[in-house]
Nanobody
Framework: VQLVESGGGLVQPGGSLRLSCVAS????????MTWVRQAPGKGLEWVSD????????HYTDSVKGRFTISRDNAKNMVYLQMNSLKPEDTALYYC??????????????WGQGTQVNVSS
């Protein structure tokens, strides 16, 4: 299993970023995919997940209405469109295979993450 995240950066409050994660080494469309984040000095926080077919999505309350998760199974990609970014969204973002929310994520396979910094 290999996961490679990209798309992070420095953005002003209210701005947007689109995170991408390319996956390999497993049957991508069979799996939930999850985005989690870790802010400085804090624990891991679940952000969003999406079913294998992309038909059902879930979001943590703090990002509902601002973030959108999606996937392209033909490209083995999962995305996180982040709009109306706030300073509290600053974190290192990771994608995971499986559903972290349901306790079914593969915590043995991590990418390098992509850093999002929201600051004026």
């Amino acid at each position: 299993v290999q996961l490679v995240e990209s798309g992070g950066g420095l953005v002003q409050p209210g701005g947007s970023l689109r995170l991408s994660c390319v996956a390999s080494g497993f049957s991508f469309s069979f799996y939930y995919m999850t985005w989690v984040r870790q802010a400085p000095g804090k624990g891991l926080e679940w952000v969003s997940d999406i079913t294998g077919d992309g038909g059902i999505t879930h979001y943590t309350d703090s990002v509902k209405g601002r973030f959108t998760i999606s996937r392209d199974n033909a490209k083995n990609m999962v995305y996180l469109q982040m709009n109306s970014l706030k300073p509290e969204d600053t974190a290192l973002y990771y994608c995971l295979r499986g559903s972290y929310r349901l306790g079914l994520a593969d915590l043995g396979s991590w990418g390098q993450g992509t850093q999002v910094n929201v600051s004026s």
